[in-house]
């Protein structure tokens, strides 16, 4: 027992050999550096204490005091001589310049509400976010009527609209109609002017207009441009009965037409021959097909022709070449002899 405790404690004392253990030449460097941190404290210390021997207040002789005192008095004398000079002439400032109310400057011209501009409006006296609010009432229709609409804006004060009441001048547009049953240059204006014909007239359906055709009793703005959309789609109208094919015309206004051109190239060929006929319908106001050039949407908008029609050419076309005339059609189940008859003023080949 006794032989462990002696072991265990001759390795303690190697452990702390070991730990504690220098070289000759660092045990040197150590007590070199601990001398010189010794003298450095020991000046530091003297120079503290002679210092603190120096620097013990001194008291002031009777002759110093007095004259500190006068110093002081003259300090505090001049110091206050500058704040009073400085106060008053801050008060006098104020009271001419702060306290002043800037005079407003408008302008005074005579003016309308309803059509000045925001340059007008402004240089009248009012705020910009009046202006803007006075525009947007006016896009969205609303209109100043009498000069007491002005209170009804937004932030108006008494002073500004003392100044702009004897300005406003409404034009009359604007202005409520007091006698509008006395009123007889009003009547007479929103009365709509009769233009229709009184008697009856003949008018060429290929050359009237809808200004003319709305002039016939019964047509109005509707049936003008029904005619006239019809009539370009089928190039022009060959004859009178080619309306009743506008949905809803009354066969009573049949009556006010005629087709001169056609009439004239029928007439025409009656007396002479095939070639004749086609050069004096060639002049008429007809716009033809040509059969053997048309596109296939070209075709399709003609209101004689349907898609199935309108197949059958292009594909003769391809197989056999040129269409000389509609009897070539006519083999063809999609082409009956009335479809033939109502193409023939429109074909070309």
């Known amino acids: ?35 010189i941190i010794l003298v450095v404290m020991s000046l530091v210390m003297l120079h503290m204490k002679l210092t603190k021997d120096e620097s013990q207040p001194r008291l002031l002789t009777s002759e110093e005091k007095l004259q500190f005192t006068a110093w002081c008095s003259q300090k505090e004398k001049q110091e206050s ?47 910009p976010w009046q202006v803007r609010n006075i525009y947007k009432y006016r896009a969205k229709g609303g209109r100043f009527h009498d000069r007491g609409d002005l ?3 937004y932030g108006m004060t008494g002073e500004l609209l003392g100044h702009l009441y004897p300005l406003v001048q409404i034009d009359s547009k604007y202005q409520y ?18 233009r229709k ?19 016939i009793p019964g047509i109005g703005t509707g049936f003008a441009l029904k005619i006239v ?33 056609y009439i004239k190239a029928k007439h025409v060929n009656e007396s002479t021959d095939k070639g004749a006929y086609e050069s004096e319908l060639g002049n008429s106001f007809i716009h033809k097909i040509n059969i053997n050039r ?21 594909e003769h076309r391809r197989k056999f070449g040129k269409i000389n005339s509609l009897k070539d059609l006519s ?9 033939l008859k109502r193409l023939e003023p429109y074909c070309s080949f």
């Open 1 to 35: 027992m006794n032989w462990l405790n002696k072991q265990k404690l001759e390795e303690l004392n190697s452990t702390l050999k070991r730990l504690f253990y220098l070289p000759p030449a660092d045990r040197k460097v150590l007590f070199v550096f601990s001398l």
């Open 81 to 127: 001589k500058r704040k009073r000079s400085k106060q008053y002439g801050a008060n006098r400032q104020i009271s001419d310049s702060y306290y002043a109310v800037e005079e407003k400057q408008w302008a005074s011209f005579v003016f309308d509400p309803n059509t000045a501009d925001s340059t007008q409006l402004l240089a009248l006296g009012f705020a």
């Open 151 to 153: 209170k009804k804006i």
């Open 177 to 194: 109609l007091k006698n509008r049953q006395n009123d007889s240059s009003l009547q007479a204006k929103s009365l709509p002017i009769n």
């Open 197 to 215: 014909f009184k008697e009856k007239v003949v008018v060429d359906i290929n050359k009237a207009d809808t200004a003319l055709l709305k002039r």
């Open 229 to 261: 959309r019809y009539r370009q789609q089928l190039g022009g109208y060959v004859h009178v009965a080619q309306l009743k094919e506008i949905e809803h015309f009354p066969d009573s206004l049949l009556s006010w037409f005629t087709v001169d051109s």
């Open 294 to 314: 048309a596109t296939l949407e070209r075709m399709c908008k003609h209101p004689y022709l349907n898609f199935y029609q309108c197949k059958v050419i292009v």
């Open 331 to 339: 083999l063809y189940e999609e082409f009956h002899e009335k479809d």
